[in-house]
């Protein structure tokens, strides 16, 4: 069997901490790779063959912002056919757009829960289609 990856992109400890609580309970299967900003995760993209089941990455870091990121993980080969949603506290409609416009598969404010969160994991997990704004889920 396949190990199924996530790969996550945050500059904050306490977020990277509550995904992995929240991952677990939407689906233990899937094991969390972490970056502490967008430096490191094109550092590990570059010197690995690493290819995660979704990326999330947060879109305010330090050094290489969130979009930078995104449009790097975009050019990258192996990664083509890779979810990568936007995992942020800002619900700002031009943060939205302008991350769609990039490439985002999913826009994913952060929710104020872990329960939350596990929800809209799993539903990322199984859901077939799903709309840009991951908030949006009913």
Same mark, same amino acid.
């Not at 945050?10 to 939407?26: N, P, S, T, V």
């Not at 709309?131 to 009913?138: A, C, T, V």
């Given at each position: 069997?396949?190990?199924?990856?996530? /790969? $996550?992109?945050?500059? +904050?400890?306490?977020?990277?901490?509550? /995904?992995?609580? @929240?991952?677990?309970?939407?689906?233990?299967?899937?094991?969390?790779? &972490?970056?502490?900003? *967008?430096?490191? @995760? $094109?550092?590990?993209?570059?010197?690995?063959? /690493?290819?995660?089941?979704?990326?999330?990455?947060? %879109?305010?870091?330090?050094?290489?912002?969130?979009?930078?990121?995104?449009?790097?993980?975009?050019?990258?080969?192996?990664?083509?056919?890779?979810?990568?949603?936007?995992? &942020?506290?800002?619900?700002?409609?031009? +943060?939205?757009?302008?991350?769609? =416009? $990039? *490439?985002?598969?999913?826009?994913?404010?952060? #929710? &104020? =829960?872990?329960?939350?969160?596990?929800? %809209?994991?799993? +539903?990322?997990?199984?859901?077939?289609?799903? #709309?840009?704004? $991951?908030?949006?889920?009913?």
């Amino acid at each position: 069997m396949n190990q199924r990856s996530c /790969f $996550l992109i945050d500059d +904050d400890e306490d977020d990277r901490e509550i /995904f992995a609580m @929240a991952l677990k309970k939407a689906n233990a299967d899937y094991v969390c790779t &972490t970056a502490k900003n *967008g430096r490191d @995760a $094109l550092e590990i993209v570059a010197n690995s063959d /690493f290819i995660p089941n979704y990326v999330f990455v947060d %879109l305010n870091m330090p050094m290489v912002s969130g979009r930078e990121c995104l449009t790097a993980l975009k050019k990258v080969k192996r990664f083509t056919d890779v979810p990568i949603i936007v995992y &942020t506290t800002s619900s700002h409609s031009k +943060d939205i757009e302008d991350t769609q =416009s $990039l *490439g985002a598969s999913h826009y994913l404010v952060k #929710p &104020t =829960s872990i329960a939350e969160l596990t929800r %809209l994991l799993t +539903d990322v997990f199984t859901k077939k289609e799903l #709309p840009f704004l $991951l908030s949006e889920i009913n």
